[in-house]
């Protein structure tokens, strides 16, 4: 087995050790300016508030008609308002599947394909709430969306199951190679490993809301505090790693 001791650092690395050390930590208002210059930083603070609301209403005491009837509209208004944050985001899809080698592996095409109609289709559900569009459009539009959701996030729990998998065994083999559990390289792939279960986790999360929308909330998925959790679940690890990101 290897030896628990780090080796004697060089002095060129010691003093740059020295100058990390001295940095200051990053200003929380400038990481928090950076975060919501980014159109999911601030997507994600709007669906923390929209499932926190909706988880207040199904699960909290019961509120006053009048501050229930207040909730219920900041919920609605807050999910049209996300709506808008998604105009154009189908291209981010068409760019991953653009990266993969043609024709694209069958679960990517899954994947970023059913991501990118959801995206697309949603412009025009926004629009349609909004009253641009003809009001008997949203239904159709709605059940199309929810289809694209569903199977575009049944294609990344498959892709990330298998990068968690890959992960895990490199973490093995390190380790089989003597290699010690406090090194850096061994740290870092057991973050990484970390962000991808908690990802698989929001993608799962985001799943059973879809799963929802399609069958019309029938059975226990009909349970408005399973759905608010779920979401509320979602809201907070994308918002983790968006922080973490920026």
């Keep these: 087995m290897a030896s628990s001791e780090s080796p004697t650092p060089t002095p060129a690395a010691a003093a740059a050790a020295a100058a990390d050390a001295r940095q200051p930590a990053r200003d929380f208002l400038a990481h928090l300016e950076a975060y919501l210059g980014r159109r999911d930083g601030v997507d994600k603070l709007l669906k923390i508030s929209r499932y926190a609301a909706r988880l207040a209403l199904a699960a909290g005491p019961p509120l006053p008609p009048g501050a229930s009837a207040r909730l219920k509209s900041f919920e609605s208004s807050v999910g049209l308002s996300r709506k808008a944050f998604r105009l154009g985001k189908f291209v981010q899809s068409l760019n991953a599947l653009r990266a993969h080698p043609h024709p694209p592996p069958a679960l990517a095409l899954l994947a970023y394909g059913g991501e990118g109609v959801y995206y697309f289709v949603e412009q025009f559900v926004w629009l349609a709430k909004a009253g641009l569009l003809p009001a008997h459009l949203l239904p159709r539009l709605q059940r199309l969306s929810a289809w694209a959701e ?81 979401g509320l679940l979602s809201a907070l690890i994308s918002t983790h790693k968006n922080w973490n990101s920026c």
């Design 150 to 230: 569903l199977l575009g996030y049944v294609g990344s729990v498959a892709i990330k199951l298998e990068e968690v998998a890959k992960i895990e065994s490199s973490i093995k083999k390190r380790l089989a190679e003597d290699c010690d559990k406090e090194s850096e390289a061994v740290k870092t792939m057991q973050g990484k490993l970390l962000l991808k279960r908690m990802s698989v986790v929001q993608d799962v999360a985001d799943a059973v809301m879809a799963l929802g929308d399609v069958t019309d909330g029938k059975g226990l998925l009909g349970s408005s505090t399973l759905m608010a959790s779920a």
